[in-house]
């Protein structure tokens, strides 16, 4: 008998426990919630874009880039461009040893 009273008063404390929980969870109104997504929204893929940037202030700069000049450059891109017109035949040369 001792054992029943105290799974009854298990489930007694267990629903009340429930009840206040399910009761707090959607404390919000319908439209509130609506508005809050709202601000929200894209806010994670805006930090982790900026978190990305190594150098947030590299569009202050404005001196000239250093590197390949303008006819270096266009070459390099010539051939780049080149080297996907043909297909070149791959060349296999088979060897066999024998030995004795």
């Given amino acids: 008998m001792n054992m029943l009273k105290g ?3 298990l489930i007694v404390l267990l ?9 707090c969870a959607g404390n919000l109104p ?17 930090t982790a874009k900026n978190n990305q940037i190594l150098n947030p202030d590299a569009s202050e700069n404005l001196d000239p880039v250093l590197g390949l000049d303008g006819q270096a450059a266009e070459h390099t891109v010539n051939k780049y461009k080149e080297s996907f017109e043909e297909d070149v035949p791959l060349k296999t040369t ?4 024998i030995a004795d």
């Fill in 7 to 9: 799974n009854v008063i």
């Fill in 30 to 46: 319908q439209g509130k919630r609506a508005d809050i997504l709202d601000m929200n929204w894209g806010k994670s893929l805006e």
């Fill in 94 to 97: 088979t060897t066999f040893s």
């Fill in 15 to 23: 629903t009340v426990l429930s009840l206040t929980l399910w009761g």
